[in-house]
């Protein structure tokens, strides 16, 4: 995989945090720990992105129907014991 050289720009607290991040053992450099928030970002937001995706399918997919609890535990006992 390509890499790319990026110039960043942080506060004194944030390079601070960073650093303590790396003492800790966290993490072996700086790259690393910004990567790493990065690809979390990536997986947040896809897990957004699925559960926007499922709501959209959930307002396409009708009107709601009544839920009788008991029905339900009634049928989940039938099939699973």
Known sequence: MATV???ITVT???DGWIKAQIEAGHYTN???YIRDL???EQERSA???AIR???LEGEASGKP???DPQAFKKRMLNVHG
Do not use: G, P, W, Y
């Open 65 to 67: 129907r009544a839920f």
């Open 47 to 49: 897990e957004v992105d």
């Open 30 to 32: 700086d790259s690393e």
């Open 5 to 7: 050289r990026k110039t």
């Open 12 to 14: 004194d607290q944030q």
């Open 38 to 40: 990065i690809r979390r």
């Open 53 to 55: 995706a499922a709501l």
